[in-house]
């Protein structure tokens, strides 16, 4: 069965300052990966996923994030982070049809400094 | 707006009691997840149906059951509560299954008492 790893429960960074957060996975083939965003108070919210080609993922809001398969990691980045970026992330690994186990991560918390 | 809806926003009851939380999907989504998110236990998946049938069973207590209709809403039934049952209770819609994206409801605070 795969699982997810989010290594930092609560990341504090300055606003300005580039963002990077961290998810491992393990799985025994290529995984579908996705990054999703919990602002207080409100439901999920895809920020964006890999599903195969480009390893360098661009989404909303001005995250990207980049699949190393080498490493097992899709770490979440941001140049420079917004007040207004301060929420819950979740990484999250789907598997193909048919093997239907769905294994979010810990969540990372996000909080913004002035 | 993610085109998920859920009903009913929030729910206060009392040990013991039974809650109905309702979800209707995407237009034109198959799958229905749910999940409960605590303080304590984070983001928990439950179930899952695909087009009226069970699909993937996670961390659902006995107490607790689920459906899918042929309209593809979906119901969680929650019964016997206790007072650890308080969490918020989300829905997820996606095309498919598996891989798909997942689309996230607005989902529903249960209280306990």
């Known amino acids: 069965a795969q699982s997810v790893t989010q290594p930092d429960i609560h990341i504090t960074v300055s606003e300005g300052a580039s963002l990077e957060l961290r998810c491992n996975y393990s799985?025994?083939?290529?995984?579908?990966l996705f990054w999703y965003v919990q602002s207080p108070g409100q439901g999920l919210q895809l920020l964006l996923k890999?599903?195969?080609?480009?390893?360098l993922v661009q989404g909303i809001k001005g995250f990207e994030a980049e699949f190393k398969r080498s490493q097992s990691s899709f770490n979440l980045r941001k140049p420079s982070v917004h007040w207004s970026d301060a929420a819950e992330y979740f990484c999250?690994?789907?598997?193909?049809?048919?093997?239907?186990?769905?294994?979010f991560g810990t969540g990372t918390r996000l909080t913004i400094i002035p | 707006d993610s085109g998920v809806t859920q009903t009913p926003k929030h729910l206060i009851t009392a040990t013991g009691q039974r809650v109905t939380l309702r979800c209707s999907p995407r237009s034109g989504d198959l799958s229905v997840y749910w999940y409960q998110q605590s303080l304590d236990q984070g983001l928990q998946f439950l179930i899952q149906y695909y087009n009226g049938e069970e699909r993937a069973k996670g961390n659902i207590l006995e107490r607790f059951s689920a459906q899918q209709f042929p309209d593809l809403h979906s119901e969680l039934n929650l019964s016997s509560l206790e007072l650890g049952d308080s969490a918020l209770y989300f829905c997820?819609?996606?095309?498919?299954?598996?891989?798909?994206?997942?689309?996230f409801g607005p989902g529903t605070r249960l209280t306990v008492l």
């Open positions: 997820a819609s996606s095309v498919r299954s598996g891989g798909d994206t997942q689309y």
């Open positions: 999250d690994v789907g598997v193909n049809f048919g093997n239907e186990k769905l294994t």
């Open positions: 799985y025994g083939a290529t995984p579908y």
């Open positions: 890999y599903f195969s080609g480009d390893t």
